[in-house]
């Protein structure tokens, strides 16, 4: 009997071990069956940071880049390549100062990327199509056009005047999350170094919710800490979405979510869009030596000029400290196990992608917009269907947007004071 169970313990550990082995470093193949699928779906990003490089003198969307050489992972021939019709591109703000002279700052920064993201549909209407509607992607996408939702990465620029998110709202903003890698006055970071300052949200931070439902904009909780998390899925009118974030039971990590949380958001409508940036999916050692390294590098790269050049400087110094103070980097597959941890424990509905590119997403074997195709070729392989995978990609991550639509559209149509009036003399 022993032996028996020795010689099964045996073949399970060789499956294992070639399970292992299977795994390549390169990713998923892509099938020509799984790319003509991809081909067919609707697929969306809901964390495209792809406006960062729209500064840098010298980088062209409409021309292909290299990852290696600048550091980027999207433009339209590797959107195209990937089979990726768009999603929402990020008006990203560090989180400054917060003096009344930081706000303002932030506040005229915000602007810059948001007209520079209109400018490029402007410059590029047969490529690019801004849109406003969650019916809009659809349509934009069976034109042969890419979808540019506009998104909020930190409110930052809004504190201190939550009026100024309507004007967001009209210029095409239809995702907002309140805060970034720092507390601000308007919630909770998952990860300041100073722990929670709010314990969730500010009085600001409400009013930002509730601003944010009346517009039709959905809330993003990405990068909040769990308490504003927690306070958004009760306070908000409409389904939450995380835009970009991962699983506490496949790597407890600040930024991720932990599994009871996950089921509340599931439970009242909410998705979480899986990211793929590496430091938030394994475990990785701080050596001093190479984050030392590293600040220096992000300080000459915020000083620095905004050139292509300058770009390709700073990624062969990059290489550089990788090559020197080597750290274990995510695979495909790590990344993977977020996304197949968050379908089991939520349900396929309420989960999609999010990768990350441009704002340090990619991983081995997913490295940039080409890469796209794995996902359905191993949510495929996985056995799950067409209509399922199209979940994934756009369908769930939509009936978010349209939820929030919907709610703004009938506060609209409801007489003026109805909220307030009493119902009876
Ligand atoms: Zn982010």
């Known amino acids: 009997m022993a032996r028996i169970r020795n010689s099964i313990a045996l073949v399970a550990g060789l499956l294992l071990a070639a399970v292992a082995m299977a795994v390549d470093p390169a990713g998923p193949v892509v099938s020509k069956t799984a790319r003509a699928l991809h081909e067919q779906l609707l697929t969306l990003d809901s964390h495209l940071?792809?406006?960062?490089?729209?500064?840098?003198?010298?980088w062209d969307i409409l021309q292909r880049h290299d990852a290696l050489q600048d550091g980027s992972q999207v433009d339209l021939p590797r959107l195209i390549e990937g089979g990726l019709d768009g999603g929402f591109w990020a008006i990203y703000t560090p989180q400054g100062p917060r003096t009344a002279a930081?706000?303002?700052?932030?506040?005229?920064?915000?602007?810059?990327?948001?007209?520079?993201?209109r400018e490029l549909v402007a410059a590029h209407p047969r490529q690019f199509e801004l849109a406003l509607k969650a019916d809009d992607a659809a349509r934009i996408a069976a034109g042969g056009k890419r979808v540019v939702f506009l998104s909020i990465e930190n409110g930052f620029p809004?504190?201190?005047?939550?009026?100024?998110?309507?004007?967001?709202?009209?210029?095409?903003?239809?995702?907002?999350?309140?805060?970034?890698?720092?507390?601000n006055g308007l919630a909770d970071s998952s990860t300041d170094p100073q722990g929670p300052e709010w314990h969730g949200l500010s009085e600001q931070g409400r009013r930002f919710v509730a601003e944010a439902n009346r517009l039709g904009?959905?809330?993003?909780?990405?990068?909040?800490?769990?308490?504003?998390?927690?306070?958004?899925i009760e306070l908000s009118r409409t389904p939450v979405l995380l835009s970009h974030s991962g699983l506490k039971a496949v790597f407890d990590h600040p930024r991720n979510i932990d599994d009871a949380r996950l089921r509340r958001l599931a439970a009242s409508g909410g998705v979480i869009q899986i990211n793929f940036l590496s430091?938030?999916?394994?475990?990785?050692?701080?050596?001093?030596?190479?984050?030392?390294?590293?600040?220096?590098?992000?300080?000459?790269?915020?000083?620095?000029?905004?050139?292509?050049?300058?770009?390709?400087?700073?990624?062969?110094?990059?290489?550089?400290?990788?090559?020197?103070?080597?750290?274990?980097?995510a695979s495909f597959e790590d990344a993977f196990a977020h996304l197949l941890h968050a379908i089991r424990v939520a349900g396929i509905e309420h989960v999609g992608i999010g990768a990350d590119f441009d704002g340090g997403g990619g991983v081995?074997?997913?490295?940039?917009?080409?890469?796209?195709?794995?996902?359905?070729?191993?949510?495929?392989?996985?056995?799950?269907?067409?209509a399922e995978i199209q979940q994934v990609w756009s369908g769930n991550l939509l009936r978010v947007l349209r939820a929030a639509e919907t709610y703004a559209q009938g506060l609209q149509a409801r007489p003026?004071?109805?909220a307030s009036?009493?119902?009876?003399?």
């Open 217 to 232: 904009i959905v809330l993003d909780a990405s990068h909040a800490s769990d308490e504003v998390l927690d306070q958004l």
């Open 421 to 425: 009036a009493p119902s009876s003399p």
């Open 49 to 58: 940071d792809t406006p960062m490089n729209f500064e840098l003198q010298g």
């Open 102 to 117: 930081g706000v303002q700052a932030a506040r005229d920064a915000a602007f810059a990327p948001l007209v520079a993201i």
């Open 416 to 418: 003026v004071g109805a």
């Open 279 to 329: 430091d938030y999916l394994i475990a990785t050692p701080h050596d001093p030596a190479r984050d030392q390294a590293l600040q220096a590098l992000w300080a000459d790269a915020r000083t620095g000029p905004p050139t292509l050049a300058a770009r390709q400087a700073l990624i062969a110094r990059k290489a550089e400290i990788e090559r020197r103070w080597p750290v274990p980097r």
């Open 364 to 386: 081995t074997g997913f490295e940039d917009a080409r890469d796209y195709p794995k996902i359905t070729a191993r949510l495929l392989a996985e056995g799950f269907g067409p």
């Open 158 to 183: 809004v504190e201190g005047d939550p009026g100024l998110l309507q004007t967001f709202q009209r210029l095409g903003v239809r995702l907002a999350g309140p805060v970034h890698l720092c507390n």
